[in-house]
């Protein structure tokens, strides 16, 4: 009934309302132009009034009533022009739109004042004929409303915070004076929706305090309760794992979570401490990993770990934990797996040492918070151990490479860079030379050499970069990439060189060299029998070719030898012919080794076996001697048959 009581007093009340406006129209003077504008206005009202009511007899009676008076009102406006209605019209428009304007809206009451006033505003505007004028008026009002709708939005937003305060402040007294978690609670929640303010830090230090007395206040009876509640909780954690799931030594880590959360939980001092113990030994059991019968993780406690044969992948989990692997010489394929902290190929390390007997006594280095990025962003984290490899130097004309020891270490399906330096020591190489090489690129030499062997010097390296420098007897290598590296020496080959001879008759001889020898060679010159003491002797040269002496052939070609009834002449090639007579005064020449087999020889030198190109070079200057001697011989006496 109360809901039909409150629709009844709301028509009444409408009713009232429409009458008092049809009664204001029906007494409306209409002598003047400004009267008649006025009375126009009233009727707009009065219709708008009327169209609220819901008894249809009554509505019926006050609409006729309005059209009765609209009837007068017609009659009196026909008594003036257009431009006299329009001026009081303009008049009125004026001073509606004013009032809107300068209404007060500085409380929810007068701000309700003030939006009921644009209404006659509109309405006075709307008999302004002249559209220019008309839009001006009605911007003034569509401004005004929103300064208007402003003030309402602010003043709420003012009263909302105080009664949020007022709520917030209640609740804090309520909790002070009864201290329980539920009202500490309650107040607390309505004390963080306030905004920021001093209000707030008030009311907050006061909570506070509150909360304060009733942690000191808890029983001995409800402690001792909620740790049974955690041992309890712990022990059915421990059941939903399989010892069979886990290496021997994790297994002991699992359990031992477990004992120390126990232990924990019993040496809790509150609430708080006990729900710390059960999170952190459930925690714990949950994050020992299962692993395979080849990995093993580093002692929770030192952080060292042994790479063997048995297990030969490390697997380490602890972000903050500093680990020291030792691989055992002879494991197979040492791994170090860090997937646990891989994310899209890059990740961040925690400090890594490894001490690889497997690799030389080779050591690796990377410090705590160390960035390692894969080109392969689905890299999964395995990191290869230092292993012993060999690696194919390059050729350098001049100079002989020789290796001395090569590493394999990170990665071997793409490069793996550091944001930090990494370093690398190889026992044993110091003053050799240091390069490295990887998939895709050739061997690079490190060129650079540290200014110190400290963490700050590598990380002042570009990206990707290296340096090295000999820290006593060993090699340390600062580098933001993992590959193959390799030390080596490399010396140059001695370059062949001529020497002057120390033999007479001026001729030179050859050096050393090496490689195979072409040696050309002088066929025999033959005489034939002579007949008569004047018969002229005719000596005539040629050159022939023959194979080149390879290494381990003979050092010198096989000399041929005359036939009965002929005379063998050595000559080298190069010495012109003659023709001379038994007896005839030759004029003595000095028969040399020709230019051209100088030259020979120096070539040969140059590409071949020294050794060969020596005995070619002393061969041709004996056979100079013995041509030189054959003919002193034939001035001396005459031929003759043997």
């Not at 797996?337 to 890594?352: C, Q």
């Not at 151990?385 to 090569?406: D, F, H, N, Q």
């Not at 990380?459 to 820290?471: E, N, Q």
């Amino acid at each position: 009934m109360a809901g039909v009581q409150t629709i009844a007093q709301t028509d009444a009340a409408i009713l009232v309302a429409a009458n008092i406006a049809v009664a204001n129209y029906e007494a409306a003077l209409i002598t003047t132009p400004a009267e008649v504008t006025a009375a126009e206005l009233l009727e707009v009202q009065a219709n708008t009034a009327v169209a609220l009511v819901t008894d249809v007899a009554a509505k019926a009676d006050l609409e006729a009533r309005i059209v009765a008076k609209k009837v007068f009102v017609d009659a009196a406006k026909a008594a003036f022009t257009e431009a006299e209605l329009q001026a009081a019209a303009l008049i009125a428009a004026e001073t509606a739109v004013h009032a809107y304007e300068i209404a007060p809206v500085s409380t929810p009451e007068e701000v309700s004042a003030a939006e009921a006033l644009k209404a006659p505003a509109d309405d006075a505007v709307a008999l302004v004929l002249d559209p220019t004028t008309r839009d001006a008026f009605a911007l003034r009002i569509l401004i005004r409303a929103d300064a208007i709708a402003l003030a309402r939005t602010t003043l709420e937003a003012e009263a909302a915070a105080a009664l949020a305060l007022s709520n917030a402040t209640n609740a804090v007294v309520t909790a002070e004076t009864t201290p329980t978690q539920s009202n500490i609670d309650a107040a607390q929640l309505l004390v963080t929706l306030l905004p920021d303010g001093a209000d707030k830090t008030d009311l907050q230090t006061r909570i506070d305090a509150v909360q304060a007395t009733v942690n000191e206040v808890t029983d001995a009876a409800a402690l001792a309760d909620s740790k049974v509640t955690a041992h309890d909780a712990l022990t059915v954690a421990l059941l939903t794992y399989t010892e069979g799931n886990y290496t021997p030594a994790n297994w002991t880590i699992l359990t031992g979570f477990k004992t120390a959360g126990d232990a924990a939980i019993n040496d809790a001092t509150d609430l708080a401490g006990v729900n710390s113990a059960q999170n952190t030994a459930t925690e714990g059991m949950a994050g020992v990993l299962k692993l395979a019968t080849t990995q093993t993780i580093p002692n929770a406690t030192t952080g060292y770990a042994n790479s063997n044969s048995t297990t030969p992948e490390v697997v380490i989990t602890n972000p903050t934990q500093s680990v020291e692997i030792t691989i055992e010489s002879g494991t197979t394929n040492p791994t170090i797996n860090v997937s646990s902290f891989i994310t899209g190929g890059t990740g961040i390390l925690p400090e890594i040492t490894i001490n690889s007997a497997n690799a030389g006594n080779a050591s690796v280095e990377i410090s705590a918070v160390t960035t390692v990025t894969s080109a392969d962003v689905t890299w999964n984290g395995i990191i290869a151990a230092p292993t012993i490899t060999t690696v194919t130097l390059p050729e350098t004309s001049g100079e002989t490479k020789t290796l001395s020891t090569a590493i394999e270490v990170g990665f071997t399906g793409a490069k793996l860079s550091f944001d930090k330096a990494v370093r690398i020591l190889l026992p044993g190489q110091a003053g050799k030379r240091a390069g490295y090489i990887r998939t895709g690129i050739d061997f690079t030499e490190i060129t650079s050499i540290c200014a110190a062997d400290n963490q700050a010097i590598g990380d002042a390296l570009a990206i990707d970069g290296d340096c090295k420098i000999d820290i006593g007897s060993d090699l340390v290598i600062w580098t933001k990439h993992f590959t193959t590296f390799a030390t080596y020496t490399q010396t140059s080959t001695p370059a062949p060189a001529l020497a002057p001879s120390s033999g007479g008759g001026g001729n030179p001889s050859l050096g050393n060299g090496s490689g195979g020898l072409t040696a050309p060679t002088v066929p025999p010159q033959t005489l034939p029998a002579q007949t008569s003491p004047s018969q002229p002797v005719i000596l005539a040269t040629s050159e022939t070719s023959q194979p080149p002496y390879q290494a381990g052939a003979p050092a010198s070609p096989e000399q041929p030898t005359a036939t009965a009834g002929e005379q063998p002449v050595s000559e080298t090639a190069g010495v012109p012919s003659q023709t001379v007579a038994v007896g005839e005064n030759i004029p003595e020449q000095n028969p040399t080794v020709s230019n051209q087999s100088l030259l020979m020889a120096i070539v040969t030198f140059g590409t071949g076996n020294w050794l060969y190109a020596f005995a070619f070079a002393t061969a041709v200057f004996m056979l100079g001697l013995g041509v030189r001697f054959s003919y002193r011989k034939s001035l001396r006496k005459p031929l003759r048959n043997r």
